[in-house]
């Protein structure tokens, strides 16, 4: 058509269209729909000015925000621990009675573990070398059945002590198939045997809902968070007291040590492990010590803050708030990191170079390797975090110190590690220098690597990494904040 002006498709614009008033519009309309809108306008207003408001008030209280990222039993939780017990203490050792009924639930569950291990075996001879078999071979001996009979109370146990984390009045219980004691068996079993053996692991919300639940079931017996309620005697406590010989029978014994080697079930390299410390956390006026609260494994879902101000600190830093956020490590949870890296100060990212042999719980193909090598490039890549330092924990060398010491090879699932010696010292090198590699290549600007050979359960050194990310955490926020 001549003379005629269409509109190209490429200029429609569908928000333009519906924010456009009606046609039919009437003045009593549009005077409505006018008032809706600078309504709308106001209250965005609003929230804009109160989140700048926010902002200055932190810059001028001095509020430091650190974020914990890494996959899930990558030590996050235990690091976090490491800083309320370092910078706020009081509270820490307040609270380490309630941490008893965590420590049980542990042994419970490592129990429940073998337990489910051995109920559906058939043993083959132990000098076969094969594995174990549903067709022949031998079945488990008396001895052991007869253990496993004595210690079927701990099933009750069990429920009354999830019962006691997870308050009645919240739904804050759920199983989740597998953890890494468990994720690296591999087994031509159906999918439902499996699921026969496997102990499914009780998480709770973050915050301190739980600590509330329990220090009110607590104050119903005479058991305060002071000395004086440490020696009163509990029913879950008493239980595996009595079933303590019972416990150390089973886990000392050759042909379940046999099970759990040839289903690749690794209790030892899972945090939660009591197994070994069972005379001294059995024993009735067991008080758990700083040492078993780090140790202590308690799955959290979900993201939390936690804020503290420092008790123990240089004069500088008086006043000083500091917020440490513990997100999600499970697969379906590392899309929730990214909301949480506006106005992060540092970072400290946990890779457990351990567990170099072991496969994620979420998804059996992956390598927690591999996945952890991933998480890292995607986060040194972020563009949001180009000015944010990163910290990196290789975690958990003294898992992989024993495992290169037992001789598994750690070229047998990293190739690129050639034929270089198998030993601690080597590997902690090579892991380093390939993060830090993967640091300079792709972090959006230059910026200083911070590497650590880390293991979370160590209380002195430790100590002393954290205090130095803090110093180098703190000498930034101040420098950002003109301070220095």
Sequence with gaps: MSG????????????????????????????????????????????????RAEKQAQKKKGIVRLLLLGQSESGKSTTLRHFQKL?????????????????????VRSVRTILDALSDVRLPTLDSGGEDSDDGGANIPQELEMLQMRLTPLRHIEALLIAKLIPPSEDEAASVIGSSAISAYHSHRSRSSERSWRAQEVFVRPGATWKGA?????????????????????????VIHSCSYDIMALWNDR??????RRRKIRLEESSGFFLNDLDRVTALNYTPNDDDVLRARLKTVGVSEYRCEMEAVAGRESGTEWRIVDVGGSRSQVPTWVPFFDDVDAIIFLAPISSFDQVLAEDRSVNRLEDSVLLWKAVCSNKLLANVDLVLFLNKCDILDAKLTSGIRLSKYVRSYGDRPNDMETASKYFRSKFSAIHREYSPLPRKFYGFCTTVTDTTTTAGILASVRDMVVRRHLKQSRLL
């Design 255 to 260: 042909l379940v040590r046999e099970v759990l």
């Design 87 to 107: 910078y706020t203490p009081t509270a820490f050792h307040e609270e380490r009675i309630l941490w008893r009924s965590v420590i049980q639930l542990n042994i």
């Design 214 to 238: 329990l220090a009110k079931s607590t104050r119903t017996r005479p058991i305060s968070l002071g000395n004086t309620g440490m020696q009163t005697r509990d029913e879950a406590q008493e």
């Design 4 to 51: 005629a002006v269409t509109k190209s498709a490429h200029d429609f614009d569908p928000l333009d269209e519906a924010l456009r008033p009606p046609i039919n519009e009437t003045e009593e309309d549009r005077v409505i729909r006018q008032a809706q809108e600078a309504e709308a306008r106001r209250v965005s207003q609003a929230i804009d000015d109160s989140i």
